[in-house]
């Protein structure tokens, strides 16, 4: 390689190494989806919850990944405590009563959302409302647990709601209030007293808690503070329960692999050596696709000038008038032809010829004549007018035509 490619190359890789670094250095904008997945680790996800729960709780943990229904139609014998948290669960008609049913006999259903469907509220005789902040405006919230045993002397607060839905109207004979909270900043500055936002209903012999702060288990959340207090006293509510079994089906942030590029996309090291490798080919492809020797010319065929010969011939004696010389050529090339299509050995200008001729060709005897006949006597001729050279081609001519 040349000095001028190898400097190409050093500028290339440096240009590289120094675009590599400051992309890897680069601030990464914080991600404020609300995705509640268990291993993601952006604000709202749960991965810090998900890690400190097994040393809270006492029982068995398990995830489940499949919808509720089939997962209690699989395992009908199963007890302890159903959990689901997101910022928006909607069960399916048949769903629903199929997690009713396997907690009324003596389960615990515990779901956290900002939005239940209306079945399930009208079955606990619940309706709720929304404090809202403004979507410029961010709410700070105070919240509380009202269990005694369970309050905490810090303030518990949530700085990043643009609403807060809570509980507006509860069955107070079969209602167990569990936690509220208080807004410091609304949109009127008008609601600022305590509102239910998490509440406990008996069903059957067993119990249903129902919770519209899920973000108290969110990674935000969790490291902020003593927050994490308000967490543990809500986990202590399943106390007795043999198993949690923690729903990663009913999330917003739910991963979905459409394609194998996912995998390499999504984890840095995978990420950097794709594009690494594709950089390194386009390199290639740049300072190694270039010819690395000298050029073969393209070496054009001859062109067949025969015809081209022979017009240029041609006018050359038709200029001179040298009628005589052009229709010797013209007789010599025809005899020429005929010697070679009928296997003639000699020639002559006799009838026997004539007779054979004819026979070969197709002719008749009287035409085969009259052409030699006239051939013969231009040949004893020494000036030939132009009139007399085109007969001679018009008599050639009709004999290859009719002979075909």
Known sequence: MDKKGTIYIVIAVISLGALMLLLYNKTKEINWFE???????????????????????????????????????????????????????????????????????????????????????????????????????????????????????????????????????????????????????????????????IIKQKFGEGEIVLST??????????????????????????????????????????????????????TKELKWAYYTALIGVLIYIVFEGKRKQRAVPVVIPLKNQTLAFTRTISDMYFEKSDQKAISEHKINYFLDQLRSNFFISAITFDDTFYTSLAGKSGQSFESVKKLFTYIKHLKNRSQITDTELIELNTLIQKFKADGK
């Open 213 to 266: 702060f899920p973000e108290a288990f969110t990674n935000y959340f969790l490291l902020n503070g003593n927050n994490k207090d308000y967490t543990t006293g809500l986990i202590s509510y399943f106390e007795g329960s043999p198993t949690i079994y923690i729903d990663n089906h009913y999330k917003s942030g739910k991963s979905f692999y459409t394609s194998p590029m996912y995998i390499f996309l999504n």
């Open 35 to 197: 995705s509640y997945v268990s291993s993601h680790k952006i604000p709202y996800g749960t991965y810090i919850f998900n890690k400190i729960i097994p040393k809270l709780f006492d029982g068995q943990i398990e995830h489940i990944t499949i919808p509720p229904f089939e997962f209690l139609q699989n395992n009908k014998d199963i007890s302890g405590t159903y959990f689901f948290v997101n910022n928006q669960i909607a069960f399916e008609k048949t769903e629903l009563e199929s997690l009713l049913e396997w907690t009324s006999k003596g389960n615990t259903l515990f779901i956290a959302s900002k939005g239940f469907e209306k079945k399930l509220l009208d079955t606990l005789n619940l309706k709720t409302g929304n404090l809202y902040g403004g979507f410029d405006v961010s709410q700070l919230q105070n919240h509380e647990l009202v269990n005694p045993n369970l309050r905490i002397q810090d303030s518990i607060t949530f700085d990043r709601g643009t609403y807060s839905p809570y509980f507006n109207e509860i069955d107070t004979l079969q209602t167990v209030v569990v936690g509220k909270f208080k807004v410091e900043k609304s949109e009127n500055n008008e609601l600022k007293d305590l509102n239910i936002n």
